[in-house]
C-alpha cells in the first residue's frame, strides 16, 4: 500500500534515483528532490538497504555509515521537517551502488510495501525517538565486525520504511530489535572487558 498524499513509496523513490544514476553519480539531494517530505527517512530506508540485503560492494559499510550517522543526528535533533544540511546534500553516491541497490532491492521493497499499511501512528510518527534509535545502530553497522551490520540495518530499514508508509507496526519493530541489539552489544562488551581484565 503506498503511503498517503504525495510522498512516494521507497521502491519507487529508488526506481527513479536509478533513472537519475544512467547519467552518473547521483547526490543526497536527488533523494531529497525525490523524496519530498519524507526525506530523512527516505535517505535512512536507501542507504540502509546495501547492508540489510547484503549487497556485494566492497567498502561499502565505511562509505554507507556515514550518511546513516548525518541524517539520523539531524533528524534525532531537529525533526523531519527539519531539513537536510547542506554539507550533505552535496554528498554524492557512486552510480554503480545505486543501479546495484536498485537491481537487487526494488523486488525486496515492493514486497514490504504491499503488506504496509497505515496503522499505530502513535509510533509512526515519534520521528525523533526513532531517529535517535536509528543513530546509535548507524554506530554500530560502522564498526568493522564481520556480518555484524546486517542485524542493525535490518533494523534501521524496517523503522525507515514504517516512517515513509506511517507503518507504526513495522517502526515498532525495528525500534524493538535495535533494543535487543544495543542490549546484546552492551552484554557482550561488559563481558569481554571482564574477560580480559581477569
Do not use: D, Q, T, Y
Given at each position: 500500500m503506498e503511503p498517503e498524499g504525495d510522498v512516494l513509496p521507497t521502491s519507487e523513490v529508488l526506481r527513479r534515483l536509478a533513472e537519475r544514476a544512467e547519467a552518473g553519480e547521483v547526490s543526497v539531494a536527488d533523494i531529497a528532490d525525490i523524496a519530498g517530505r519524507r526525506t530523512h527517512a527516505a535517505i535512512l530506508a536507501l542507504v540502509a538497504l546495501p547492508e540489510a540485503l547484503p549487497l556485494p560492494v566492497v567498502g561499502m559499510s565505511t562509505a554507507?555509515?556515514?550518511?546513516?550517522?548525518?541524517?539520523?543526528?539531524?533528524?534525532?535533533?531537529?525533526?523531519?521537517?527539519?531539513?537536510?544540511?547542506?554539507?550533505?546534500?552535496?554528498?554524492?553516491?557512486?552510480?554503480?551502488?545505486?543501479?546495484?541497490?536498485?537491481?537487487?532491492?526494488?523486488?525486496?521493497?515492493?514486497?514490504?510495501?504491499?503488506?504496509s499499511k497505515p496503522r499505530l501512528r502513535i509510533v509512526a510518527d515519534r520521528s525523533r525517538i526513532l531517529a535517535a534509535m536509528c543513530l546509535l545502530l548507524a554506530a554500530v553497522i560502522a564498526l568493522p565486525i564481520p556480518f555484524g551490520n546486517l542485524p542493525p540495518a535490518i533494523c534501521v530499514l524496517l523503522m525507515a520504511v514504517g516512517m515513509v508508509q506511517k507503518d507504526g507496526a513495522l517502526a515498532a519493530a525495528g525500534f524493538a530489535g535495535g533494543f535487543v541489539i544495543l542490549g546484546g552489544s552492551v552484554f557482550a562488551a561488559d563481558y569481554l572487558i571482564g574477560f580480559f581484565q581477569a
Open positions: 554507507l555509515s556515514i550518511p546513516l550517522i548525518i541524517v539520523s543526528a539531524h533528524m534525532a535533533a531537529f525533526g523531519a521537517g527539519g531539513g537536510i544540511p547542506k554539507s550533505l546534500e552535496r554528498r554524492k553516491l557512486p552510480a554503480s551502488l545505486v543501479r546495484v541497490v536498485a537491481g537487487r532491492a526494488s523486488s525486496f521493497l515492493k514486497r514490504v510495501e504491499r503488506i
